[in-house]
């Protein structure tokens, strides 16, 4: 059973770049073509969609936060990661990282997400 | 605003049947059979319930159960059980090769 758990400094000032990352237990991160994926929630609204990117190297991006979003995988440490840039306070959230399903239609295993907040 | 509806709450008690229901549009919802919902219990991480609008993943409970009309997708639980008190929240995928989430829906289990 696959385990992500994300990690990352929970505090960011206006400008700054927020970096997270998701460490992946219980298997390979390469194992197949998986796809990973982060969503982020805002406090008292529902999930967003951020992003996903697949072992093949391809990426999908939400297209709002596109030109700020920049994701990776390392396989040789089973972690996969994601980059905000120009981070407002509009970006403070509990930001969750997942495995796509096969399908790429959903999010099979999810992490217990990580709360960012964003202020000066 | 989230772009899929769902009432903010819902309660039944122990033994009743609940639906909850996730009002799209006709380029997410209405367009493709790829609903998924998610549970979500505080402090924990989201579980798959339901995937392609119907199908459970392997180890969910048969008494969760989905389907779809129109623009609406529908969470059915059947003999609510006190663990089912959670944070629910739909997903589907877009015609802009996108998701987008539901607002979430608080079950009590009363």
């Known amino acids: 059973q696959l385990q992500l758990q994300e990690s990352g400094p929970g505090q960011l000032k206006p400008s700054e770049t927020l970096s997270l990352t998701c460490t992946v237990s219980?298997?390979?991160?390469?194992?197949?073509?998986?796809?990973w994926g982060w969503i982020r929630q805002p406090p008292g609204k529902g999930p967003e969609w951020i992003g996903s990117i697949c072992n093949s190297g391809s990426t999908y991006n939400n297209p709002s936060l596109k030109s700020r979003v920049t994701m990776s995988v390392d396989t040789s440490k089973n972690q996969f990661s994601l980059k905000l840039t120009s981070v407002t306070a509009e970006d403070a959230a509990v930001y969750y990282c997942?495995?796509?399903?096969?399908?790429?239609?959903?999010?099979?295993?999810w992490g217990q997400g990580t709360l960012v907040t964003v202020s000066s | 605003q989230s772009a899929l509806t769902q009432p903010a709450s819902m309660s039944g008690s122990p033994g009743q049947s609940i639906t909850i229901s996730c009002t799209g549009t006709n380029s997410d919802v209405g367009a493709y059979n790829y609903v998924s919902w998610y549970q979500r219990h505080p402090g924990k991480a989201p579980k798959l319930m339901i995937y392609d609008v119907s199908d459970r993943p392997s180890g969910v409970s048969n008494r969760f159960s989905g389907s779809k009309s129109g623009n609406t997708a529908s969470l059915t639980i059947s003999g609510l059980q006190a663990e089912d008190e959670a944070d629910y929240y739909c997903?589907?995928?877009?015609?802009?090769?996108?998701?987008?989430f539901g607002g979430g829906t608080r079950l009590t289990v009363l």
């Open positions: 219980g298997g390979s991160i390469s194992s197949r073509n998986y796809c």
């Open positions: 997942a495995k796509v399903c096969s399908n790429g239609r959903c999010c099979d295993f």
């Open positions: 997903s589907s995928y877009t015609s802009s090769s996108t998701w987008v």
